[in-house]
C-alpha cells in the first residue's frame, strides 16, 4: 500500500471514530430552576409532616438519550435558600445547630455511575451536606424531550423520593419529647423534580 493510500485510510478511520463518537455523545442540559424543585419533608413531633424547600440551587445534566446509563448529573443548592414559609425555624436550619449554612454553603450530589433499574434508572452518586459526603442511590424517571415554544429542547427528570438519615451528614441537634419520640426525625425524605433546557 502507498503512503498516500495509508494516509487515506488512518483519515477515514479517524472521521469514522470522530463522527460515531459524536453521534452516541451525551448532550449538555442545565436545570431551569423557575420550572424545577428541590424538597424535603421530616415528621414534626411524631404526629404531622412538615414540608420545605430550597429556592436557589443550579445543575447540569449529561443526556444520552440512546445510553442513559452513559449520562450523569452534578445539583449544587444554596443552603440559605432553605423555606419552610416559617422565617424563626428557617433561621434554625441555617444555624450551626443543622445545616450551618455560614461553614457550609451548598449541598452537593454529583453522580458516578448510572444504571437501568426495570423501567427507571438509579443515578449512584456523592451527596454533600454540612461537609460530609456519602454516596447515596436516587431512582429517578426522565421524560421528554419536548421543544418549548421558544424553540428551547427540554427534559424532565423527577427522582423517586427516598429517605437519608440526617445524623449521617453531622445535622444532629435533636429534643425528646415527654412522652417519647423525637420534636424533628432523623429521616428526611428527599423530592427533586425538574426540567432542564439544552445548551446550544
Known sequence: ????????????????????????????????????MVGFAVTHMVIS??????????????????NLEKSSVEVR?????????NQKRDDHLRSAEFLHAEKFPEIVFK?????????????????TIRGVTKQVALPFRVTGAVKDPW????????????TINRMDYGVSWSETLDAGGLVVSNEVTLELAVEAIKKS
Not at 7 to 35: G, K, M, Q
Not at 111 to 127: N, R
Not at 151 to 156: A, K, Q, T
Open 1 to 36: 500500500m502507498s503512503k498516500v493510500a495509508r494516509s487515506a485510510l488512518v483519515l477515514a478511520v479517524l472521521v469514522r471514530l470522530l463522527t460515531t463518537a459524536t453521534a452516541y455523545a451525551a448532550d449538555p442540559y442545565e436545570i431551569d430552576a423557575t420550572h424545577s
Open 49 to 66: 409532616t412538615v414540608k420545605g424547600s430550597f429556592t436557589d440551587f443550579a445543575g447540569t445534566i449529561s443526556y444520552d438519550p440512546a
Open 77 to 85: 443548592i444554596k443552603v440559605a435558600s432553605i423555606d419552610t414559609r
Open 111 to 127: 453522580s458516578v455511575k448510572i444504571t437501568k433499574d426495570s423501567d427507571k434508572y438509579v443515578a449512584a452518586g456523592d451527596l
Open 151 to 162: 424553540g428551547n429542547e427540554r427534559i424532565g427528570v423527577a427522582l423517586d423520593p427516598i
